[in-house]
């Protein structure tokens, strides 16, 4: 099961870092990765590491704005987002996939497992 938190409320030209923490099987030879769905929108990637490999992915539209990092010995999955835009307004997943689903990573068939999301809103 994944959990997501750091969700919240912050004005546009602020931060905030999102964590994910796994309970049961570790991160551990798998593909984690964030994605988010804006009211009306789809869901969308966001980003995307390989836990073993350490290779980030991210969409265009964060690429500079958002990072991803792991932390082996806690076991835990964050995103820092730097710079946030009403745009990046949405609920925000963490989601787990098996490593050999690297390739695919930004599509949201290729995770089997996702945690109940954490809301960020950006206000103007």
């Known amino acids: 099961q994944l959990q997501a938190c750091g969700g919240g409320l912050v004005q546009a030209g602020g931060s905030l870092r999102l964590s994910c923490a796994a309970s049961?099987?570790?991160?551990?030879?798998?593909?984690v990765g964030w994605f988010r769905q804006a009211p009306g929108k789809e869901r969308e990637f966001v980003a995307a590491i390989h836990w073993n490999m350490g290779s980030t992915s991210y969409a265009d539209s964060v690429k500079g704005q958002f990072t991803i990092t792991r932390d082996v010995a806690k076991n835990t999955l964050d995103l820092q987002m730097n710079s946030l835009k009403p745009d990046d307004t949405a609920l925000y997943y963490c989601?787990?996939?098996?490593?050999?689903?690297?390739?695919?990573?930004?599509?949201?068939?290729?995770?089997?497992?996702w945690g109940q999301g954490t809301l960020v809103t950006v206000s103007s």
């Open positions: 049961g099987r570790a991160f551990s030879g798998y593909v």
């Open positions: 989601a787990r996939a098996g490593s050999s689903m690297w390739h695919i990573a930004k599509s949201d068939g290729a995770y089997a497992n």
